[in-house]
């Protein structure tokens, strides 16, 4: 079992930045593919940003070079940088990772970008 945390939602105007943490605990050494993905009201669940266990990343097109997702093996947690926030970034993000075995999920974070 792999539990997550997640951390860093909020409010930020246009052109703006926030970084999310998302920590995990438990079997942390069985994780294969660490990530956040996001649901805006209405909208499928889409991926946003992942990173395997060996460092490869993968972006959705919409974020690419203004979202950075970096992880620290040492702390057990990932992270979300996200800069030059548009409005249509407004959902809700959750942390992400999976094992051999299933998919687990954070709670969710609400971020909110304003015009």
């Known amino acids: 079992q792999v539990q997550l945390v997640e951390s860093g939602g909020g409010l930020v105007q246009a052109g703006g930045s926030l970084r999310l943490s998302c920590a995990a605990s438990g079997s942390i050494f069985s994780i294969n593919t660490m990530g956040w993905y996001r649901q805006a009201p209405g909208k499928q669940r889409e991926m946003v940003a992942t990173i395997t266990s060996g460092g490869s990343t993968n972006y959705a097109d919409s974020v690419k070079d203004r979202f950075t997702i970096s992880r620290d093996n040492a702390k057990n947690t990932w992270y979300l940088q996200m800069n030059s926030l548009k409005p249509e970034d407004t959902a809700v993000y959750y942390c992400?990772?999976?094992?051999?075995?299933?998919?687990?999920w954070g709670q969710g974070t609400q971020v909110t970008v304003s015009s």
């Open positions: 992400y990772c999976n094992t051999r075995y299933r998919d687990y």
